[in-house]
Structure formats: structure tokens, C-alpha cells
């Protein structure tokens, strides 16, 4: 059985039932429907020979390629798709809703395979996402200078039962120059926003989303622009952690990382730390005195935020005298602070 289900459907079936995603390894590595297994009709190789072939000699020359190309591959094909669905209920998708699918369908189907096709394929999925960021939610944002605990204190807030998305998770980025830590790998900006928007889906608009205050770009991925706007037009609470106690923090984070890795960072900004600052950084650096050098990029770190923070009207700032980077302790003071009827009104006025 064959069933061809619209963008909607498809997802929220997509939350109990497999999905593949029969594009080739390179477009699915590109960015992808989160939580979807690629099962590849062609390689990226064949991919580009038949489309080849199809401009060239036309489209029923480009469909014996392809039946040439996938001939020993479907028993294969049907064993890989019993591994990811044993029940047989499986839901499929390739770029447009064409004829990669739709041969991907058939043969499962014939196999005895309960079949969902996605009508418009991963282009009207993408469609979709790029639809969700126009939609209106009801943000809160979490501020702090850099080593306030932001993304910790999310992570209660979240325990506590609070609508939460990470988006420096979703970016694999801390944010700042040393935000990759020497180990994360990025999604796509494609893929970032895929993400984003299976977060998004799930959002009660009647509860308040809580993220983080980010600049526009978290490493190399931008949040969506709809998107930032809303973040920058809604309420910020600001944790004012003690200086010492944000450097205790940071120190305990960035202090264990690789020194090539800091000095790398540190260079990367040294125009805007200044050739002196740039130049004590490094050699605190490389002495292991790691509170001398959080102490001298704080001074650049907290001034770009001051700045970005300055963008803001006055009224929508609410800070929160905080003290220490307990998340428990200033996910309650959160917590206890927007049930006040001002927080209130100024959601329902954003």
C-alpha cells in the first residue's frame, strides 16, 4: 500500500513511524528532516550521470540509466528499510516527491511495506520550515555577560518544567571565538534551521519559550532573521552574576581546552582586544595561568555585550541580582520573577 500524505501529516506521523530519506549521501549530509535515516537510491556519482543523461539524451534514456544503476541494489535496499522499520510502516522522501521516491515506494510496497510518500518531497518540507519562523511566539529571553551560566541554567529551567530551546545546542556553538571548543562540528545553516523548526513545531503558545540572548550568528549558522527580531523585541532577564564568580566559571569550562586551540581563538580577535591584551592573553596562556587570561578577555567580552544590550529599550531589561552561578537557585529566581504581572503584560504586548 501506497499513500501519499501532505507536509502536515507527514510530520506528525513522523513522530512514531520511520522515515527515509532516498536522496544521495551528499544532499542528505547537507541537511536533512531531523531523525530521518538516508537510504541512497544513487550515489552522489550516479546521481549527476543520470541528470546528465537526461539533459542530454532526455528522460526516458536518464530512467534506463537509473534502473541500470539500482538493479542489484534492491534486495539490498528492502533488507536496510526491514532493519529501520521491522513492522513494515515506513515513510519516504526525496528531493521533490519524483521518481526516486516513488521507485523506493514501489518496490517496498510490493514487498509488503505499509508506504507514506511525502507529497513535494524535501522541497516543500522545506517550505515548511522557512514558514514557522514567520509564526509568532511567546519568547523570553535569558541574558548574562559571557560565564553567567546561561545555557546550565536553561538546562534547569527546562528540568523545571519550562519550554526551552537551546539554540547554541541546535548550532553546536558556544558563541563566542572559542564557541566550537576545539571539538564541535556545525550543522548546516540548512540543517541549523531544520532543527530550529522541529523545535519550534512543538511550542505551546501559551507558555512562555525561553532562549537564550544571542547575537545574529552563533558561529556559522544565523538564526532565521523573523526570528531574531522577535528574540530582540521581547523581554530580557539579565542574571548579574559577581565578576569573580563568572571567571571561577569560565575557568572551569575553557581552562581544560587544548592551549593551541586559546591561542588560535584569542588571535582571532586580537584586533579587537587590543595588541597589548592580545599579546598578555597568550602568554597567560601558555603559563597555564588560565584566570589571568579569562580576566583580560572578559574585559572585550563584556563590553560586546554591553553593547548589544544597549540595543535595547530600557523597559524590556529586567535584571536579576544573582549570587553565584547555582542554575537551581537562578532558574527559582526566574521563575518566582516572571510571575509578576509586568512580565506578564509585556508577553502579551510582544
Known sequence: ????????????????????????PLEFEHASIPGAFNLPIFSNQERVQVGTTYKQKGREEAILLGFDFTGPKWSGFIQQALKIAPDKKIMVHCWRGGMRSGAMA?????????????????????????????????????????????TK????????????????????HQGSSYGSMGYLIQPSQEHFENLLASQLIKTDKTKPLWLEDESLSIGKCFIPNPIFKQMRDSVLLKLEIPFQERVNFLVQE??????????????????????EQ???????????????????????YDKTYANGQGKRTKESV????????????????????????????????T
Open 153 to 172: 541554567t536553561l538546562v534547569k529551567l527546562k528540568e523545571l518544567g519550562q519550554q526551552v530551546i537551546d539554540l547554541e545546542n541546535l548550532a553546536q
Open 278 to 300: 592580545t599579546r598578555d592573553s597568550i602568554a597567560a596562556i601558555n603559563d597555564g595561568q588560565m584566570e589571568v587570561f579569562i580576566r583580560l578577555v572578559l574585559v572585550y
Open 318 to 349: 529586567h535584571n536579576l541580582v544573582c549570587k553565584s552561578t547555582n542554575a537551581l537557585e537562578n532558574s527559582t529566581l526566574l521563575l518566582n520573577h516572571i510571575q509578576s504581572k509586568q512580565i506578564k503584560k509585556a508577553m502579551v504586548h
Open 106 to 150: 514501489w518496490a517496498l510496497s510490493l514487498y509488503g511495506f505499509e508506504v507514506y510518500l511525502l507529497e513535494g518531497g524535501y522541497k516543500r518540507y522545506r517550505n515548511w520550515v522557512l514558514a514557522q519562523f514567520k509564526e509568532k511566539y511567546p519568547i523570553l529571553i535569558l541574558g548574562g555577560m559571557t560565564g553567567s551560566a546561561k
Open 254 to 275: 575553557y581552562g581544560k581546552l587544548n592551549k593551541e586551540f586559546l591561542i588560535e581563538s584569542t588571535t582571532r580577535i586580537g584586533k579587537r582586544l587590543g595588541p
Open 1 to 24: 500500500m501506497i499513500q501519499t500524505l501532505d507536509i502536515v501529516n507527514f510530520l506528525d506521523m513522523a513522530e512514531t513511524t520511520p522515515v527515509v530519506d532516498v536522496r544521495t
